[in-house]
């Protein structure tokens, strides 16, 4: 690389990112870290020989399209590249790739964490210290559900999905199930969980379903008034995956009806926005994307990205390319 190929950066990334980016290429960084625009991205496609952005950047059809374009890959700063119109890319000639492996355990942490959130009631029962409210203890207050000897529903036994049936089984004795026909049942086994030939099983016979699935056009909607329905009226619904696996309509639906006893959600449908509904409600635990939010993740993320930056600049296979 005797000419620093040129890379703009449309998020602020952890220091010791942005410090490798600058030393290894002629990095543009945005340090006030303002959502870019359409038109900043195609500026970005028209004079940069790469393009460094994250899940919520939306590198569409006609970004990737931009003419006349400099930019020959998009190093995706995340697991999943949803945000990316990879068809696009493929007929433009352009590289994609993601950052796979380095987010497994700080999200399946995340997942259980929403897990014993509401169970527990344990936001409610912070909103309520914190306002002021709080009287004492007293035998009757906040009572929340167990989780020990409970069933959790995986939906999607990928690396985040083992890393969460792992955490449940063996950490908190929790029986687990799971819908994902490519695993094997000794797969599941492996990590205590156990196989159901259909979604509709597994969500008629846990008391917390867990969402891991990928985002495809066949999952958007994957759990709808349908089958929300199917869940137990005590159950909760965690999703840590993707918003747009929830109808979140259908969710807020569910929820005022007493279909389902709550739940825990860290993506959204239309991120940042969130249903209003959702909001108010006390059964309902919101956390702003926070999935892989720790500082080893993030560099580790940013690290990933560069990685598979300097392999295509040098010629080589990047090591994440999934277009």
């Given at each position: 690389?005797?000419?620093?190929?040129?890379?703009?950066?449309?998020?602020?990334?952890?220091?010791?990112?942005?410090?490798?980016?600058?030393?290894?290429?002629?990095?543009?960084?945005?340090?006030?870290?303002?959502?870019?625009?359409?038109?900043?991205?195609?500026?970005?496609?028209?004079?940069?020989?790469?393009?460094?952005?994250?899940?919520?950047?939306?590198?569409?059809?006609?970004?990737?399209?931009?003419?006349?374009?400099?930019?020959?890959?998009?190093?995706?700063?995340?697991?999943?590249?949803?945000?990316?119109?990879?068809?696009?890319?493929?007929?433009?000639?352009?590289?994609?790739?993601?950052?796979?492996?380095?987010?497994?355990?700080?999200?399946?942490?995340?997942?259980?964490?929403?897990?014993?959130?509401?169970?527990?009631?344990?936001?409610?029962?912070?909103?309520?210290?914190?306002?002021?409210?709080?009287?004492?203890?007293?035998?009757?207050?906040?009572?929340?559900?167990?989780?020990?000897?409970?069933?959790?529903?995986?939906?999607?036994?990928?690396?985040?999905?083992?890393?969460?049936?792992?955490?449940?089984?063996?950490?908190?004795?929790?029986?687990?199930?799971?819908?994902?026909?490519?695993?094997?049942?000794?797969?599941?086994?492996?990590?205590?969980?156990?196989?159901?030939?259909?979604?509709?099983?597994?969500l008629r016979e846990s008391d917390f379903v867990s969402l891991h699935a990928p985002?495809?056009?066949?999952?958007?909607?994957?759990?709808?008034?349908?089958?929300?329905?199917?869940?137990?009226?005590?159950?909760?619904?965690?999703?840590?995956?993707?918003?747009?696996?929830?109808?979140?309509?259908?969710?807020?639906?569910?929820?005022?009806?007493?279909?389902?006893?709550?739940?825990?959600?860290?993506?959204?449908?239309?991120?940042?926005?969130?249903?209003?509904?959702?909001?108010?409600?006390?059964?309902?635990?919101?956390?702003?994307?926070?999935?892989?939010?720790?500082?080893?993740?993030?560099?580790?993320?940013?690290?990933?990205?560069?990685?598979?930056?300097?392999?295509?600049?040098?010629?080589?296979?990047?090591?994440?390319?999934?277009?």
């Open positions: 690389m005797a000419v620093r190929p040129r890379v703009v950066v449309t998020r602020r990334v952890p220091a010791a990112v942005e410090d490798r980016a600058t030393a290894l290429f002629d990095a543009t960084l945005n340090p006030t870290d303002t959502p870019f625009t359409m038109g900043q991205l195609q500026n970005a496609m028209r004079t940069a020989d790469a393009l460094l952005p994250t899940v919520t950047d939306k590198i569409t059809a006609e970004v990737l399209g931009t003419t006349p374009r400099r930019a020959k890959i998009v190093a995706n700063f995340g697991v999943g590249f949803n945000n990316i119109d990879v068809a696009a890319a493929k007929q433009n000639g352009i590289v994609v790739t993601n950052t796979p492996d380095v987010l497994t355990d700080e999200t399946a942490d995340t997942a259980i964490a929403l897990l014993l959130m509401v169970a527990r009631r344990l936001g409610e029962g912070e909103r309520e210290l914190r306002a002021g409210k709080w009287t004492g203890w007293r035998p009757t207050h906040h009572l929340g559900t167990k989780v020990t000897g409970k069933t959790l529903g995986v939906i999607g036994l990928g690396r985040i999905g083992r890393a969460v049936a792992k955490r449940a089984s063996a950490g908190f004795g929790m029986r687990v199930v799971y819908y994902d026909p490519p695993v094997s049942a000794a797969d599941g086994k492996a990590v205590g969980a156990e196989p159901r030939d259909s979604l509709e099983a597994v985002a495809l056009p066949e999952t958007r909607h994957l759990m709808n008034a349908e089958r929300l329905a199917l869940m137990q009226r005590h159950a909760f619904l965690i999703n840590t995956a993707r918003g747009d696996l929830v109808d979140e309509a259908a969710l807020v639906r569910a929820l005022q009806a007493k279909t389902i006893a709550g739940a825990g959600l860290d993506v959204f449908e239309k991120e940042p926005v969130v249903t209003p509904e959702l909001l108010a409600m006390e059964n309902v635990v919101l956390l702003p994307h926070l999935g892989s939010a720790s500082t080893e993740t993030r560099v580790a993320m940013g690290m990933r990205a560069l990685d598979n930056l300097e392999a295509f600049f040098s010629e080589k296979p990047p090591r994440d390319r999934v277009a």
